[in-house]
């Protein structure tokens, strides 16, 4: 494993479709994260798990996001019901203890 | 609340001229400062970092000094190249150690450079 693997790549779907995204860390990296990057914009927070335990979640997290990281490894960010809005790049981020994070090449969402 | 201004770009340049980016915070506390560096289709990578006053991180032959008096981190580069077109993100994070690391980004500046 050479780094923060993200899936699918891109993705396109429609208005008020679900969408599941998909990040695998660098193996042992306890801590992950995800941002979210709108076009012209820089990444913002979103959420921040420690092991498998949720700890922080930014106000731009609606509830119709939700993310997961079952067992500590891998973690899922889910969108329901998705918005033109919803329409960015989402970042995946992990590190291990007080190291800095390594970033994944994102999944860059297109809702029509 | 933590925030990062940066020079808006675009900045187009020519191979071998100088480069400056501005970039000023707010924060509560004594932040990490970093540069990260993002190439078409890739992912973010750091390209440099100081973590105190008056300290210089360097790279690739960028430099950026954390000047706490002006809360600014400017990047330069004496000479840039074609290869150096990217999107530069200036970025800070708490510095308690034991904290989330939650990153705090500016908006970015797109660095164009033509042969």
């Known amino acids: 494993d050479t780094g923060v693997s993200q899936n699918p790549r891109h993705k396109i779907t429609k208005r008020g479709q679900n969408v599941t995204f998909r990040c695998d860390p660098i193996?042992?990296?306890?801590?992950l994260y995800w941002y979210r990057q709108t076009l012209g914009q820089g990444p913002e927070f979103l959420t921040y798990?420690?092991?498998?335990?949720?700890?922080?979640k930014s106000r731009l997290l609606s509830d119709r996001f939700s993310a997961e990281r079952p067992k500590g490894s891998f973690s899922t960010l889910e969108i329901q019901r998705t918005e033109q809005g919803d329409s960015a790049m989402y970042l995946c981020a992990s590190r291990q203890g007080q190291a800095l994070p390594f970033f994944g090449q994102g999944t860059r969402l297109t809702v029509v | 609340g933590n925030s990062v201004t940066q020079m808006e770009g675009p900045v187009t340049l020519s191979e071998e001229a100088f480069l400056t980016i501005n970039c000023t915070y707010t924060a509560t506390g004594y932040p990490s400062l970093f540069w990260y560096v993002q190439y078409p289709g890739e992912g973010l990578q750091l390209l440099l970092k100081a973590t105190k006053a008056d300290d210089k991180g360097s790279n690739k032959g960028f430099e950026a000094t954390y000047r706490k008096e002006t809360t600014s981190f400017h990047l330069e580069k004496g000479s840039v190249q074609v290869s150096d077109s990217a999107v530069y993100f200036c970025a800070l994070s708490d510095r308690d150690g034991g904290s989330n690391y939650k990153l705090t980004f500016g908006k970015g500046t797109l660095l164009t450079v033509n042969p």
């Open positions: 798990f420690q092991n498998e335990a949720q700890l922080e």
């Open positions: 193996s042992e990296h306890n801590r």
